[in-house]
């Protein structure tokens, strides 16, 4: 079965620091990767998503994650993390699920805390 | 804004009790999604609906059913509600069924189920 998972449960940065966060999914085809961010107390929203192409896709506010398909991973990484920034974060993969259909299967979230 | 409502924000009921979460997806999406958010399990995928019909199933419990009505809003029961079924129920939309590189899933603010 497909699976995503994230490495870190929470991390915890100083503003200015740079973030990294992994992501690993085990799934022989092709994949859509993507990341999403969750506010304090908000719904999921799109940061970035791969589909095909230039492996380094940049997203909103600043984030940007390469895709590396010998690893099977798409980390997620911030030159410059600021406060507004605390949010968890959740890498997905879709997997297809019979019928036409593709579904998003979710790693289990990192919190980052960005501390000023 | 992502365009997806969900009603209502916040629930608290009683264990036994049956409760109906309601999404409305973006304007223009045929396909509507259930996701259960909770500490212990993360992110998981329940249901997915697409232009009236069960398009793919994934965690969902057999107390747990939803359909979506011709024009396009979804509804999930939950039924004989049970202490851990207390999570944040995402509903999520898209334009298809999600299939490869062509849709992007937006999700709703979610609603908070508390069962006491």
């Known amino acids: 079965a497909q699976s995503v998972s994230q490495h870190n449960h929470h991390v915890i940065l100083s503003e200015a620091a740079s973030l990294e966060l992994g992501c690993n999914y085990s799934y022989g085809g092709t994949v859509n990767l993507f990341w999403y961010v969750q506010y304090p107390g908000q719904h999921l929203q799109l940061l970035l998503k791969?589909?095909?192409?230039?492996?380094l896709v940049k997203g909103i506010k600043g984030f940007e994650a390469e895709f590396i398909k010998s690893k099977f991973s798409f980390n997620l990484r911030k030159p410059s993390v600021q406060w507004s920034d605390t949010a968890e974060y959740f890498c997905a993969v879709t997997r297809y699920s019979g019928a036409g259909s593709y579904q998003l299967t979710f790693g289990k979230g990192t919190k980052l805390s960005v501390i000023p | 804004d992502s365009g997806v409502t969900q009603t209502p924000k916040h629930l608290i009921t009683a264990t036994g009790q049956r409760v109906t979460l309601r999404c409305s997806p973006r304007?223009?999406?045929?396909?509507v999604y259930w996701y259960q958010q909770s500490l212990d399990q993360g992110l998981q995928f329940l249901i997915q609906?697409?232009?009236?019909?069960?398009?793919a199933k994934g965690n969902i419990l057999e107390r747990f059913s939803a359909q979506q009505f011709p024009d396009l809003h979804s509804e999930l029961n939950l039924s004989s509600l049970e202490l851990g079924d207390s999570a944040l129920y995402f509903c999520?939309?898209?334009?298809?069924?999600?299939?490869?590189?062509?849709?992007?899933?937006?999700f709703g603010e979610g609603s908070w189920l508390t069962v006491v």
């Open positions: 609906y697409y232009n009236g019909e069960e398009r």
């Open positions: 791969y589909f095909s192409g230039d492996p």
């Open positions: 304007s223009g999406d045929l396909s």
């Open positions: 999520a939309s898209s334009v298809g069924t999600g299939a490869r590189g062509l849709n992007t899933i937006y």
